[in-house]
């Protein structure tokens, strides 16, 4: 009866190797190329998640940039305007007429010829 047990069990054990190795190999195998595809589909979804989020900052920043250059402009446009004011005043301020006026207002005259001194470069 030992024996016969021992024998059972033997048989018993080799065949539940055998059906291990061959029922769970491909159980094993397919389990392997499941969660291989879970992972390609995980890695594929944050890639696109990723692409998503940056496609929208990117859209942002652009939009940013836009309303910047349109303010730079705008300010550059100013600026100009400014310049040409300010080059005006100045011509005007700074023309011979103006300050020889002024200068007679003033009691100003031209220098007499002793009173000039001619510097040699």
Known sequence: MAIRTATVRGIQKGILKEGRRKGFSSTLKRDIQMARFGILNW???VALVVA???GIWCSFQI???GKELNSLRARQYMLK???????S????????????????SLGLRPPATDQKIRLNE
């Open 81 to 87: 305007k400014q310049n040409l004011i300010l080059s």
């Open 63 to 65: 939009a940013l940039v």
């Open 89 to 104: 005043k100045l011509s005007n301020l700074t023309s011979q007429k103006r300050l020889e006026k002024l200068g007679k």
């Open 43 to 45: 890695l594929l979804s």
């Open 52 to 54: 998503v989020i940056l």
